[in-house]
T-cell receptor
Framework: GENVEQHPSTLSVQEGDSAVIKCTYS??????FPWYKQELGKRPQLIID?????GEKKDQRIAVTLNKTAKHFSLHITETQPEDSAVYFC?????????????FGKGTKLSVKP | DGGITQSPKYLFRKEGQNVTLSCEQN?????MYWYRQDPGQGLRLIYY???????QKGDIAEGYSVSREKKESFPLTVTSAQKNPTAFYLC?????????????FGPGTRLTVL
């Protein structure tokens, strides 16, 4: 089955710097890759997602890139702010049928220091 | 954040007791999911349901049971057979399986076995 590896497990940056979180997946048939942000004590919320027919997607300070050949995808946060501090999860899935469930990485705890 | 609710927020259970966690959604979503979250482990899928009266085991279904008698409701029972039930439990729903629509998460239930 699918396996998703996420690195680093913790990341500390200064406010205004960029942060990059990387994930690799094992199943080449996976075609949907969302990123979730979970603030302390709260529920995970989708912040951006990408499908396998696209190489990059941006939404203001957040971008995701996908390399299908290498089977890895990354989250990029620019001009980080203290409110970006949270745990970020990547996930992968195969669209369609009974195999369309998300497999999550173990998470990255991002700390943005003011 | 509205649309999917879980109760209770905190739950304490004695060893050997079964306990049921509630999950309700008013988003008219077909698919519902139960995840378990442990520190450093990410989100692991317990059970999911694509349609009323149908559900499938996820990666860690042992010691858990579910029912899907109504579209809006997907309760999870943690049985005495679950060896290490203390965890944070998240319910989610989506229009279809992953890849079709975003998964929305409930606020979670923190279960502690005394």
């Amino acid at each position: 089955g699918e396996n998703v590896e996420q690195h680093p497990s913790t990341l500390s940056v200064q406010e205004g710097d960029s942060a990059v979180i990387k994930c690799t997946y094992s199943d080449s048939a996976s075609n949907y890759f969302p990123w979730y942000k979970q603030e302390l004590g709260k529920r995970p919320q989708l912040i951006i997602d990408i499908r396998s027919n696209v190489g990059e997607k941006k939404d203001q300070r957040i971008a995701v890139t996908l390399n299908k050949t290498a089977k890895h995808f990354s989250l990029h946060i620019t001009e980080t702010q203290p409110e970006d501090s949270a745990v970020y999860f990547c996930a992968a899935s195969k669209h369609g049928g009974s195999q369309g469930n998300l497999i999550f990485g173990k998470g990255t705890k991002l700390s943005v220091k003011p | 954040d509205g649309g999917i609710t879980q109760s209770p927020k905190y739950l304490f259970r004695k060893e050997g007791q079964n306990v049921t966690l509630s999950c309700e959604q008013n988003l008219n979503h077909d698919a519902m999911y139960w995840y378990r979250q442990d520190p450093g482990q990410g989100l692991r899928l317990i059970y999911y349901s694509q349609i009323v009266n149908d559900f499938q085991k996820g990666d860690i279904a042992e010691g858990y049971s579910v029912s899907r008698e109504k579209k809006e409701s997907f309760p999870l029972t943690v049985t005495s057979a679950q060896k290490n039930p203390t965890a944070f439990y998240l319910c989610a729903s989506s229009l279809g399986l992953a890849g079709v629509g975003e998964q929305f998460f409930g606020p979670g239930t923190r279960l502690t076995v005394l």
